[in-house]
C-alpha cells in the first residue's frame, strides 16, 4: 500500500542529552493534523498530562510524538519519548518470556500449573489446568488485584499474602474464558520458579536487554508512583521509544529476536478455537479490511491508558500511551488512526466489538427458568457466610448473611454461561486484613445448568495503603426450590 509523505516536525521544547544530538520528535503528514490537534487540546484542557504517538511500517517511524502538558508555563511542549505505565500491556510482555522459556526447552505450555507453583492442602487448581489455560485465561482464577500507594508497606502484609493465596482457587472449569488478572500473576510466579530469577531480571535479560529496551522496568512503590500486583498482569513501566522497539519485535520487522518466527506467530495464533478473538496475551481478530489485528491495551484508574494495535499482513503498528485513564482515549485515537492508514478499519473494529459485546450480554431467560431461589456460601480466606440468591422472571437478587436484599445490576449471561451483574452497598468482612467497606461488586457466576451458580464476588476496597483493591469472594451455591 501507498503511504503519504512524512515531514519531520520541529520541536517545540526539545530534550538535549549529554553527549548525544538532541532527538527530534517525528511529526506527522497533514492527513493526522487533525487528529493531533484533538490530542494537543486533549492535553491543553487537563484532561490528560501526557500522550504518547507512534506510527510504524516495517521498521520505519512514521510518526512519532510525545506530547506533554507544561505546568509552569501552562502550555504544550513535544518531545520524542516519555514514561507511561503499561497497565494490561504488560500480560502481552508476560507471555512473551513464556514463549521464551518453550522456545529454550525449559517449560512446555502443556504442563500442568501444579508443575510450577507449590500449593497448599486447601488450594486446589486441578490437575488439568495447564500453562496455556492460564495465558489463554481458560485455567477458571478469578480477576483481581492491588493498586499500593507510593511508600506504603503492605509488600510484606497478611493482605499481601491473602492476594497470593488467590491465584491457587480455581473457581470456573476448564475451558471457561474469564479476564484474569491473577492468571497472569501465576505465570509471573511460574517464570520467577523456572528461572530461579526475579520477574523484572528474567524479563530484562531475556526480552528488554535483547531488544534495547534499557527503560523498561516494573513499577517500584518508593519512586513516587504506585505499584500494580500481580506484576504479571500489569506492573510494568515502559517508554515510547521501548514501546516501538517491542512493536517492531513483534511485527518480526526486527533484525533483533528473542523468539523465532514460528514462536511468534504461536503467541499471536494459538487460541482455543476458531470464534475466540483470544491467543496466547494478544487479543487475535481476523478482519476483512486488515487481515489479521493484534491488539494489547490496558487502563488503571485514573493513571493510564495504553493501546498498541499490529496489523502483520500490512507491517504496520500504532502505539498510543497516555498517562490517565479519559474516557479510553488512547483505544479511541489508536483505531482513529489505524483508519486513516486503511480507511474502512475503524467501522469493521466498532463493528467486531459491538457484535462481541452482544454475544455477552444474553438475557437471563436464555439459561434460567422463572421464578428460582439458591442458597450457598460466599466465602473469604478463612470463614464462609450464608448467602441467598432469587430470580423472579425478570429480576435478581442477592442476600449476604442477615443483610437485606440488593438488587442486581444489569444481569446478563455471556456466550459461555456465565452470569454478570453488579450489587451496591454490600457490607464484606475480610478477617485477615480487617477490611470493613460499604462497596460495589461485580457478580461472576457459572451457570452449568440452573440448579447451580458457582463463581466469584469482585469486591472493591479503599484503603489508606492502596488507591484500589479488588478482591474476590468464591462463591457456591444450589437450587432451593423450583416452581
Known amino acids: 500500500m501507498r503511504f503519504p509523505l512524512f515531514i519531520l516536525f520541529l520541536s517545540l521544547n526539545i530534550i538535549s542529552c549529554k553527549k548525544e544530538t538532541p532527538k527530534i520528535p517525528i511529526g506527522p503528514s497533514v492527513e493526522f493534523e487533525s487528529i493531533r490537534n484533538e490530542i494537543i ?14 506510527v510504524i511500517h516495517k521498521d520505519s517511524i512514521l510518526w512519532q510524538e510525545v506530547i ?13 519519548d516519555g514514561v507511561f505505565e503499561l ?12 514463549m521464551k522459556l518453550v522456545q529454550d526447552g525449559k517449560i512446555s505450555l502443556d504442563d500442568p500449573i501444579e508443575k510450577y507453583v507449590k500449593l497448599s492442602s486447601e488450594e486446589k487448581l486441578g490437575k488439568d489446568k495447564t500453562i496455556k489455560d492460564l495465558l489463554q485465561m481458560q485455567a477458571g482464577i478469578p480477576h483481581g488485584g492491588i493498586s499500593i500507594k507510593p511508600g506504603s508497606n503492605l509488600l510484606n502484609s497478611e493482605l499481601y499474602q491473602r492476594m497470593h493465596q488467590l491465584y491457587n482457587i480455581s473457581v470456573f472449569p476448564k475451558g471457561v474464558h474469564e479476564y484474569s488478572n491473577f492468571s497472569y500473576g501465576l505465570l509471573g510466579q511460574i517464570i520467577e520458579t523456572v528461572t530461579q530469577k526475579s520477574y523484572h531480571d528474567a524479563l530484562k535479560d531475556e526480552i528488554w536487554n535483547p531488544l534495547d529496551m534499557s527503560a ?13 500486583l500481580p506484576t504479571g498482569a500489569a506492573g510494568v513501566v515502559s517508554t515510547l521509544e521501548d514501546m ?6 513483534h511485527l518480526g520487522s526486527s533484525h533483533k529476536k528473542p523468539l523465532t518466527s514460528e514462536n511468534l506467530r504461536r503467541l499471536h495464533l494459538d487460541k482455543s478455537d476458531k470464534e475466540s478473538i483470544f491467543a496466547l496475551g494478544w487479543g487475535s481478530i481476523s478482519t476483512n479490511v486488515a487481515g489479521l489485528w493484534l491488539l494489547t491495551n490496558g487502563s488503571f484508574p485514573e493513571s ?6 499490529l496489523l502483520p499482513s500490512k507491517d504496520i503498528a500504532v502505539i498510543c500511551l497516555v498517562n490517565k485513564d479519559y474516557n479510553s482515549t488512547a483505544d479511541q485515537m489508536a483505531l482513529r488512526i489505524t483508519d486513516i492508514l486503511l480507511p474502512g478499519f475503524l467501522e469493521e473494529a466498532m463493528n467486531i466489538m459491538s457484535d462481541y459485546e452482544n454475544s455477552n450480554n444474553r438475557p437471563l431467560d436464555s439459561r434460567l427458568k422463572a421464578a428460582m431461589h439458591w442458597n450457598g456460601f460466599i466465602s473469604d480466606s478463612k470463614n464462609e457466610y450464608s448467602l441467598n440468591l432469587k430470580y423472579d422472571g425478570q429480576e435478581m437478587s442477592f442476600q449476604y448473611q442477615n443483610h437485606s436484599w440488593s438488587p442486581i445490576i444489569n444481569p446478563r449471561i455471556d456466550s459461555q454461561g456465565i452470569l454478570k451483574g453488579y450489587v451496591e452497598n454490600i457490607t464484606l468482612i475480610e ?7 460499604s462497596t460495589s461488586g461485580g457478580i461472576n457466576l457459572y451457570v452449568n445448568d440452573h440448579r447451580s451458580l458457582n463463581g466469584y464476588y469482585l469486591g472493591s476496597f479503599k484503603g489508606d495503603d492502596f488507591t484500589f483493591l479488588d478482591l474476590p469472594f468464591a462463591i457456591s451455591t444450589q437450587q432451593e426450590n423450583e416452581n
Open 216 to 228: 523498561t522496568t516494573i513499577l517500584k512503590n518508593t519512586e513516587g508512583r504506585s505499584v500494580f
Open 87 to 98: 497497565a494490561s500491556v504488560t500480560k502481552s510482555i508476560t507471555a512473551t518470556m513464556i
Open 431 to 437: 478477617p485477615i486484613s480487617g477490611l470493613k467497606k
Open 244 to 249: 516501538i522497539r517491542y512493536a517492531i519485535f
Open 41 to 54: 487540546d486533549l492535553v491543553s484542557s487537563g484532561n490528560t498530562p501526557s500522550f504518547g504517538i507512534a
Open 68 to 80: 506533554n502538558k507544561d505546568t509552569t508555563h501552562e502550555s504544550v511542549s513535544i518531545t520524542h
Open 304 to 309: 493510564s491508558n495504553t493501546h498498541i494495535t
